[in-house]
Protein backbone atom coordinates (compact mmCIF):
# COMPACT_ATOMS: atom_id res chain seq x y z
CA UNK A 1 0.00 0.00 0.00
CA UNK A 2 1.30 3.17 -0.73
CA UNK A 3 2.60 5.27 1.85
CA UNK A 4 1.27 8.43 0.56
CA UNK A 5 -2.61 6.87 1.25
CA UNK A 6 -4.44 8.75 4.48
CA UNK A 7 -5.44 6.83 7.28
CA UNK A 8 -8.23 6.12 6.69
CA UNK A 9 -7.77 5.04 3.21
CA UNK A 10 -5.63 2.57 4.57
CA UNK A 11 -7.99 0.95 7.03
CA UNK A 12 -10.38 0.44 4.11
CA UNK A 13 -7.76 -0.56 0.93
CA UNK A 14 -4.72 -1.76 2.87
CA UNK A 15 -3.82 -5.53 3.04
CA UNK A 16 -5.79 -6.85 0.43
CA UNK A 17 -5.26 -6.06 -3.46
CA UNK A 18 -6.98 -8.43 -5.45
CA UNK A 19 -5.97 -9.20 -9.12
CA UNK A 20 -7.98 -9.50 -12.30
CA UNK A 21 -10.99 -11.38 -11.50
CA UNK A 22 -10.19 -12.17 -7.59
CA UNK A 23 -12.66 -11.28 -5.05
CA UNK A 24 -12.80 -7.33 -4.13
CA UNK A 25 -13.54 -8.26 -0.62
CA UNK A 26 -10.19 -10.78 1.15
CA UNK A 27 -11.97 -14.16 1.29
CA UNK A 28 -12.04 -16.70 4.47
CA UNK A 29 -9.03 -19.02 3.89
CA UNK A 30 -11.10 -21.38 5.96
CA UNK A 31 -8.25 -24.12 5.81
CA UNK A 32 -5.89 -26.26 7.77
CA UNK A 33 -3.97 -27.22 5.20
CA UNK A 34 -2.36 -25.86 1.78
CA UNK A 35 -1.85 -28.18 -1.40
CA UNK A 36 1.66 -28.61 -3.15
CA UNK A 37 2.63 -30.70 -5.86
CA UNK A 38 5.92 -31.74 -4.77
CA UNK A 39 7.29 -33.21 -1.45
CA UNK A 40 10.36 -30.47 -2.25
CA UNK A 41 8.10 -27.71 -2.70
CA UNK A 42 6.63 -28.52 1.02
CA UNK A 43 9.99 -28.94 2.14
CA UNK A 44 11.52 -25.85 1.01
CA UNK A 45 8.48 -24.44 3.48
CA UNK A 46 9.52 -26.09 6.77
CA UNK A 47 12.87 -24.97 6.20
CA UNK A 48 12.18 -21.37 5.91
CA UNK A 49 13.86 -21.43 2.48
CA UNK A 50 10.07 -20.22 0.41
CA UNK A 51 7.54 -18.22 1.63
CA UNK A 52 3.75 -19.70 1.82
CA UNK A 53 1.16 -21.74 3.62
CA UNK A 54 1.31 -24.70 4.59
CA UNK A 55 -0.55 -25.37 7.99
CA UNK A 56 -3.31 -22.18 9.51
CA UNK A 57 -1.22 -23.31 13.12
CA UNK A 58 1.78 -21.11 11.77
CA UNK A 59 0.07 -19.12 9.01
CA UNK A 60 -2.84 -17.96 6.88
CA UNK A 61 -3.53 -15.58 3.92
CA UNK A 62 -6.46 -14.52 5.40
CA UNK A 63 -4.91 -13.25 8.71
CA UNK A 64 -1.56 -12.01 6.72
CA UNK A 65 -3.94 -10.00 4.83
CA UNK A 66 -5.21 -8.44 7.99
CA UNK A 67 -2.22 -8.26 9.81
CA UNK A 68 -0.77 -6.47 6.94
CA UNK A 69 -3.07 -3.77 6.71
CA UNK A 70 -2.50 -3.12 11.10
CA UNK A 71 0.79 -2.82 10.36
CA UNK A 72 0.61 -0.36 7.46
CA UNK A 73 -1.72 1.65 10.12
CA UNK A 74 1.01 1.82 13.10
CA UNK A 75 3.62 1.92 10.42
CA UNK A 76 6.03 -1.19 10.78
CA UNK A 77 7.51 -3.43 8.64
CA UNK A 78 6.34 -6.90 9.52
CA UNK A 79 3.09 -8.08 11.75
CA UNK A 80 1.57 -11.63 12.92
CA UNK A 81 -1.67 -11.77 14.43
CA UNK A 82 -2.62 -13.88 17.42
CA UNK A 83 -5.81 -15.51 18.99
CA UNK A 84 -6.10 -12.64 21.88
CA UNK A 85 -4.40 -9.63 23.28
CA UNK A 86 -2.89 -11.73 26.14
CA UNK A 87 -1.60 -13.72 23.29
CA UNK A 88 0.43 -10.94 21.59
CA UNK A 89 1.62 -9.75 24.81
CA UNK A 90 2.94 -13.13 26.05
CA UNK A 91 4.78 -13.73 22.64
CA UNK A 92 5.56 -10.05 22.59
CA UNK A 93 7.78 -10.80 25.68
CA UNK A 94 8.84 -14.64 24.77
CA UNK A 95 9.79 -14.05 21.80
CA UNK A 96 13.47 -12.59 23.08
CA UNK A 97 13.35 -13.89 26.56
CA UNK A 98 14.17 -17.35 28.03
CA UNK A 99 14.27 -18.76 31.86
CA UNK A 100 16.94 -16.18 33.87
CA UNK A 101 15.72 -12.97 31.66
CA UNK A 102 14.19 -10.21 33.36
CA UNK A 103 11.53 -7.15 32.01
CA UNK A 104 10.79 -3.79 33.14
CA UNK A 105 7.34 -2.79 32.95
CA UNK A 106 5.46 0.24 33.88
CA UNK A 107 2.68 -0.70 36.92
CA UNK A 108 -0.15 0.92 35.73
CA UNK A 109 -1.18 -2.28 33.31
CA UNK A 110 -4.31 -3.96 32.92
CA UNK A 111 -4.94 -6.51 35.42
CA UNK A 112 -4.59 -9.92 32.93
CA UNK A 113 -1.50 -8.50 31.51
CA UNK A 114 -0.23 -7.80 35.19
CA UNK A 115 -0.64 -10.81 36.19
CA UNK A 116 0.82 -12.77 32.60
CA UNK A 117 3.86 -10.59 33.86
CA UNK A 118 4.23 -10.94 37.55
CA UNK A 119 3.48 -14.36 38.27
CA UNK A 120 2.90 -16.75 34.85
CA UNK A 121 5.92 -15.95 32.74
CA UNK A 122 8.08 -15.90 36.59
CA UNK A 123 7.12 -19.80 36.70
CA UNK A 124 8.99 -20.16 33.63
CA UNK A 125 12.07 -18.24 34.68
CA UNK A 126 11.57 -14.72 33.63
CA UNK A 127 11.48 -12.04 36.62
CA UNK A 128 9.52 -8.83 36.16
CA UNK A 129 10.11 -5.60 37.53
CA UNK A 130 7.67 -2.95 37.94
CA UNK A 131 7.82 0.88 37.47
CA UNK A 132 5.50 3.86 38.55
CA UNK A 133 4.72 5.59 35.07
CA UNK A 134 5.58 8.58 36.45
CA UNK A 135 8.82 7.81 37.70
CA UNK A 136 12.16 9.85 36.55
CA UNK A 137 14.18 8.48 33.95
CA UNK A 138 16.73 7.45 36.67
CA UNK A 139 14.07 5.77 38.84
CA UNK A 140 13.37 3.51 35.75
CA UNK A 141 16.39 3.15 35.14
CA UNK A 142 17.59 1.61 38.03
CA UNK A 143 15.19 -1.20 37.72
CA UNK A 144 16.99 -2.70 35.07
CA UNK A 145 19.71 -5.72 35.56
CA UNK A 146 22.21 -6.72 33.34
CA UNK A 147 19.89 -9.75 32.14
CA UNK A 148 16.71 -6.86 31.54
CA UNK A 149 15.53 -7.85 27.93
CA UNK A 150 12.58 -5.52 27.40
CA UNK A 151 11.05 -2.56 29.03
CA UNK A 152 6.97 -2.38 28.79
CA UNK A 153 3.99 -0.21 29.02
CA UNK A 154 0.85 0.76 27.87
CA UNK A 155 0.16 3.86 25.86
CA UNK A 156 -3.31 4.47 27.86
CA UNK A 157 -3.43 2.26 30.72
CA UNK A 158 -6.81 -0.13 31.56
CA UNK A 159 -8.31 1.08 33.34
CA UNK A 160 -6.36 3.18 35.00
CA UNK A 161 -5.99 5.81 31.95
CA UNK A 162 -1.96 7.09 32.69
CA UNK A 163 -1.07 8.46 29.39
CA UNK A 164 2.72 7.04 29.03
CA UNK A 165 5.38 8.98 28.51
CA UNK A 166 6.56 7.03 25.23
CA UNK A 167 9.54 9.42 24.82
CA UNK A 168 10.97 8.70 27.86
CA UNK A 169 10.33 5.21 28.29
CA UNK A 170 11.99 4.82 24.82
CA UNK A 171 14.72 7.12 25.86
CA UNK A 172 15.62 4.79 29.20
CA UNK A 173 15.04 1.61 27.12
CA UNK A 174 17.86 2.36 24.36
CA UNK A 175 19.93 3.53 26.75
CA UNK A 176 19.64 0.04 28.12
CA UNK A 177 20.11 -1.63 24.57
CA UNK A 178 16.83 -3.33 25.06
CA UNK A 179 13.51 -2.59 23.23
CA UNK A 180 10.49 -0.51 24.20
CA UNK A 181 7.24 -2.69 23.68
CA UNK A 182 3.83 -0.75 24.23
CA UNK A 183 0.19 -2.20 23.56
CA UNK A 184 -1.55 0.33 21.66
CA UNK A 185 -5.21 -1.16 21.98
CA UNK A 186 -6.79 2.04 23.85
CA UNK A 187 -5.48 4.86 21.46
CA UNK A 188 -5.23 2.36 17.97
CA UNK A 189 -3.09 3.86 15.30
CA UNK A 190 -5.85 6.40 14.61
CA UNK A 191 -5.19 8.41 18.02
CA UNK A 192 -1.09 7.15 18.58
CA UNK A 193 1.52 5.78 16.53
CA UNK A 194 3.78 4.60 18.91
CA UNK A 195 6.80 4.17 16.39
CA UNK A 196 6.91 7.74 15.80
CA UNK A 197 8.13 8.50 19.82
CA UNK A 198 9.95 5.93 19.62
CA UNK A 199 8.86 2.41 20.56
CA UNK A 200 10.13 -0.59 18.91
CA UNK A 201 7.24 -3.16 18.92
CA UNK A 202 3.58 -2.56 19.39
CA UNK A 203 0.97 -4.66 20.49
CA UNK A 204 -2.55 -4.77 20.68
CA UNK A 205 -5.81 -6.87 21.82
CA UNK A 206 -7.77 -6.30 18.72
CA UNK A 207 -10.78 -7.51 20.23
CA UNK A 208 -11.09 -3.84 21.45
CA UNK A 209 -11.64 -0.95 19.14
CA UNK A 210 -10.35 -2.78 16.39
CA UNK A 211 -12.96 -5.01 15.78
CA UNK A 212 -15.74 -2.51 17.52
CA UNK A 213 -18.29 -4.94 17.92
CA UNK A 214 -17.33 -7.62 20.28
CA UNK A 215 -17.47 -10.10 17.59
CA UNK A 216 -14.13 -11.91 18.03
CA UNK A 217 -11.29 -12.10 20.02
CA UNK A 218 -8.04 -11.36 18.76
CA UNK A 219 -4.49 -9.87 19.35
CA UNK A 220 -1.61 -8.47 17.16
CA UNK A 221 2.09 -7.61 17.10
CA UNK A 222 3.98 -5.20 15.00
CA UNK A 223 7.75 -4.75 14.61
CA UNK A 224 8.97 -1.06 13.52
CA UNK A 225 12.00 -3.06 12.09
CA UNK A 226 14.18 -0.06 14.17
CA UNK A 227 15.54 -2.11 16.49
CA UNK A 228 18.95 -3.38 15.63
CA UNK A 229 19.57 -6.81 17.13
CA UNK A 230 22.57 -7.25 16.10
CA UNK A 231 24.02 -4.25 18.10
CA UNK A 232 23.58 -6.47 21.08
CA UNK A 233 24.13 -9.91 19.23
CA UNK A 234 25.08 -11.46 23.07
CA UNK A 235 22.17 -10.40 24.71
CA UNK A 236 19.55 -11.24 21.90
CA UNK A 237 21.48 -14.00 20.23
CA UNK A 238 17.80 -16.39 19.63
CA UNK A 239 17.61 -13.40 16.58
CA UNK A 240 21.65 -13.56 16.13
CA UNK A 241 22.56 -16.89 16.45
CA UNK A 242 21.64 -19.91 14.21
CA UNK A 243 18.00 -21.63 15.01
CA UNK A 244 19.09 -25.58 15.42
CA UNK A 245 15.40 -26.04 14.71
CA UNK A 246 15.49 -24.60 11.37
CA UNK A 247 19.06 -26.05 10.52
CA UNK A 248 21.01 -23.01 11.68
CA UNK A 249 19.01 -20.45 10.33
CA UNK A 250 20.32 -16.82 11.90
CA UNK A 251 16.95 -14.69 11.40
CA UNK A 252 18.75 -11.11 11.64
CA UNK A 253 21.20 -12.53 9.11
CA UNK A 254 18.26 -14.47 6.07
CA UNK A 255 15.22 -12.14 7.10
CA UNK A 256 17.03 -8.94 8.10
CA UNK A 257 13.98 -6.28 9.35
CA UNK A 258 11.74 -9.17 9.33
CA UNK A 259 13.62 -11.20 11.85
CA UNK A 260 11.52 -10.55 14.81
CA UNK A 261 8.00 -11.49 13.58
CA UNK A 262 9.71 -13.87 11.26
CA UNK A 263 11.03 -16.09 14.59
CA UNK A 264 7.70 -15.11 16.23
CA UNK A 265 5.97 -17.22 13.43
CA UNK A 266 8.47 -20.06 13.24
CA UNK A 267 9.45 -20.87 16.61
CA UNK A 268 6.57 -19.60 18.93
CA UNK A 269 3.41 -20.00 16.69
CA UNK A 270 4.73 -23.29 15.48
CA UNK A 271 5.39 -24.29 18.91
CA UNK A 272 2.32 -22.97 21.01
CA UNK A 273 -0.33 -22.34 18.27
CA UNK A 274 -2.31 -19.31 19.90
CA UNK A 275 -3.71 -18.32 15.88
CA UNK A 276 -6.21 -16.28 15.24
CA UNK A 277 -8.86 -17.81 13.35
CA UNK A 278 -9.31 -16.86 9.69
CA UNK A 279 -13.23 -16.16 10.56
CA UNK A 280 -12.02 -13.99 13.48
CA UNK A 281 -9.54 -12.29 11.26
CA UNK A 282 -12.26 -11.39 8.32
CA UNK A 283 -14.69 -10.20 10.83
CA UNK A 284 -11.72 -7.90 12.67
CA UNK A 285 -11.05 -6.26 8.95
CA UNK A 286 -14.49 -5.23 8.59
CA UNK A 287 -14.49 -3.38 11.95
CA UNK A 288 -10.85 -1.68 10.60
CA UNK A 289 -12.88 -0.49 7.98
CA UNK A 290 -14.68 1.75 10.11
CA UNK A 291 -12.34 2.23 12.97
CA UNK A 292 -11.40 6.03 11.71
CA UNK A 293 -15.01 6.65 11.61
CA UNK A 294 -15.79 5.01 15.43
CA UNK A 295 -12.51 6.33 17.47
CA UNK A 296 -13.35 9.79 16.84
CA UNK A 297 -17.02 9.60 17.65
CA UNK A 298 -16.13 7.67 20.97
CA UNK A 299 -13.67 10.51 22.25
CA UNK A 300 -16.28 12.74 21.45
CA UNK A 301 -19.04 11.74 23.26
CA UNK A 302 -16.35 9.99 26.07
CA UNK A 303 -15.44 13.94 26.65
CA UNK A 304 -19.08 14.92 27.13
CA UNK A 305 -19.75 11.98 29.66
CA UNK A 306 -17.20 13.27 31.75
CA UNK A 307 -17.96 16.61 32.02
CA UNK A 308 -21.57 15.61 33.06
CA UNK A 309 -19.93 13.30 35.65
CA UNK A 310 -17.62 16.26 36.76
CA UNK A 311 -20.25 18.31 37.69
CA UNK A 312 -22.49 15.83 39.68
CA UNK A 313 -23.28 15.84 43.06
CA UNK A 314 -22.57 12.12 43.91
CA UNK A 315 -19.26 11.85 42.01
CA UNK A 316 -16.31 12.25 43.69
CA UNK A 317 -13.50 11.88 41.05
CA UNK A 318 -13.44 11.42 37.23
CA UNK A 319 -9.98 10.70 35.33
CA UNK A 320 -9.96 11.01 31.57
CA UNK A 321 -7.35 12.24 29.79
CA UNK A 322 -8.88 14.48 27.68
CA UNK A 323 -10.32 16.92 30.79
CA UNK A 324 -8.11 20.01 31.37
CA UNK A 325 -7.73 19.65 34.76
CA UNK A 326 -6.88 15.79 34.36
CA UNK A 327 -3.07 14.99 35.70
CA UNK A 328 -2.29 13.13 32.04
CA UNK A 329 -3.85 16.23 29.61
CA UNK A 330 -0.64 17.54 28.56
CA UNK A 331 1.32 14.19 27.70
CA UNK A 332 -2.12 13.29 26.66
CA UNK A 333 -2.11 16.68 23.97
CA UNK A 334 1.28 15.75 22.91
CA UNK A 335 1.04 12.14 22.01
CA UNK A 336 -2.78 12.03 21.59
CA UNK A 337 -4.02 15.52 20.18
CA UNK A 338 -7.01 14.56 18.88
CA UNK A 339 -7.86 12.36 21.24
CA UNK A 340 -7.62 9.63 23.60
CA UNK A 341 -10.25 6.93 23.87
CA UNK A 342 -13.57 6.27 24.75
CA UNK A 343 -13.15 4.71 28.43
CA UNK A 344 -13.06 6.64 31.34
CA UNK A 345 -12.97 6.15 34.99
CA UNK A 346 -14.50 7.68 37.92
CA UNK A 347 -15.77 6.94 41.43
CA UNK A 348 -18.48 8.24 43.35
CA UNK A 349 -19.57 9.11 47.15
CA UNK A 350 -19.73 6.08 49.28
CA UNK A 351 -16.79 3.73 48.30
CA UNK A 352 -16.02 0.79 47.10
CA UNK A 353 -19.60 -0.51 47.61
CA UNK A 354 -21.69 2.31 46.77
CA UNK A 355 -19.75 1.91 43.31
CA UNK A 356 -21.04 -2.02 43.44
CA UNK A 357 -24.59 -0.70 43.88
CA UNK A 358 -24.33 1.56 40.62
CA UNK A 359 -23.55 -1.07 38.51
CA UNK A 360 -27.03 -3.02 39.08
CA UNK A 361 -28.68 0.11 38.57
CA UNK A 362 -27.89 0.95 34.51
CA UNK A 363 -30.61 0.02 31.87
CA UNK A 364 -28.58 1.34 28.68
CA UNK A 365 -25.02 0.53 29.86
CA UNK A 366 -24.50 -3.16 30.02
CA UNK A 367 -22.02 -4.79 32.76
CA UNK A 368 -20.13 -7.07 30.47
CA UNK A 369 -15.93 -8.15 30.75
CA UNK A 370 -15.29 -6.21 27.86
CA UNK A 371 -14.71 -2.30 26.92
CA UNK A 372 -14.03 -0.59 23.87
CA UNK A 373 -16.74 -1.64 21.40
CA UNK A 374 -20.04 0.28 19.83
CA UNK A 375 -21.95 -0.34 22.81
CA UNK A 376 -21.58 1.53 26.17
CA UNK A 377 -20.48 -0.91 28.79
CA UNK A 378 -19.25 -0.18 32.41
CA UNK A 379 -17.14 -2.64 35.17
CA UNK A 380 -16.57 -2.57 38.71
CA UNK A 381 -12.82 -3.89 37.77
CA UNK A 382 -11.27 -4.43 41.80
CA UNK A 383 -14.75 -7.35 41.60
CA UNK A 384 -14.00 -8.14 37.82
CA UNK A 385 -10.67 -7.73 35.66
CA UNK A 386 -8.43 -7.11 38.44
CA UNK A 387 -10.14 -9.25 41.61
CA UNK A 388 -7.19 -11.56 41.58
CA UNK A 389 -5.09 -8.42 42.98
CA UNK A 390 -4.92 -7.41 46.77
CA UNK A 391 -5.43 -3.62 47.37
CA UNK A 392 -1.92 -3.02 47.97
CA UNK A 393 -1.28 -4.59 43.91
CA UNK A 394 -4.52 -2.67 43.40
CA UNK A 395 -3.14 0.63 43.92
CA UNK A 396 0.08 0.09 41.84
CA UNK A 397 -2.18 -0.29 38.52
CA UNK A 398 -4.09 2.52 39.55
CA UNK A 399 -7.19 0.68 40.19
CA UNK A 400 -8.99 2.49 43.16
CA UNK A 401 -11.15 -0.08 44.80
CA UNK A 402 -14.26 2.17 43.92
CA UNK A 403 -13.13 2.73 40.74
CA UNK A 404 -15.99 2.19 37.83
CA UNK A 405 -14.20 1.69 33.92
CA UNK A 406 -17.24 3.30 31.67
CA UNK A 407 -16.86 2.29 28.44
CA UNK A 408 -18.62 5.08 26.07
CA UNK A 409 -20.37 3.56 22.91
CA UNK A 410 -21.21 5.68 19.78
CA UNK A 411 -24.94 5.51 20.81
CA UNK A 412 -26.29 8.97 21.15
CA UNK A 413 -24.78 10.54 23.99
CA UNK A 414 -27.99 12.18 25.21
CA UNK A 415 -28.89 8.72 25.88
CA UNK A 416 -25.92 7.46 27.65
CA UNK A 417 -25.90 10.82 30.08
CA UNK A 418 -29.50 9.95 30.81
CA UNK A 419 -28.63 6.71 31.61
CA UNK A 420 -26.09 7.48 33.96
CA UNK A 421 -27.90 10.21 35.42
CA UNK A 422 -30.97 7.68 36.65
CA UNK A 423 -28.39 5.16 37.85
CA UNK A 424 -26.83 7.71 39.61
CA UNK A 425 -29.84 8.99 41.22
CA UNK A 426 -30.92 5.19 42.81
CA UNK A 427 -27.74 5.17 44.58
Not at 60 to 80: H, Q, R, S
Not at 278 to 306: D, I, M, S
Not at 332 to 353: E, H
Amino acid sequence: MSNNYKMETKCIQSGWEPKQGEPRVVPIYQSTTFKYDTSEQMGRLFDLEDSGYFYTRLQNPTNDVVANKICDLEGGVAAMLTSSGQAANFYAIMNICEAGDHVVCASALYGGTYNLYAHTIKKMGVDATFVDPDASEEEISNAFRENTKALFGETISNPALVVLDLEKFAKVAHEHGVPFIVDNTFATPINCRPFEWGADIVTHSTTKYMDGHATSVGGCIVDSGNFDWGAYGDKFSCLTKPDETYHGIVYTEKFGKDAYITKATAQLMRDLGSIQSPQNAFLLNLGLETLHLRVPRHCENAKKVAEFLQNHKKVSWVNYPDLKDDKYYTLAQKYLPNGSCGVLTFGIIGGRDASVTLMDNFKLAAIVTHVADSRTSVLHPASHTHRQMNEKELLEAGVQPDLIRFSVGVENVDDIIDDLAQALELV
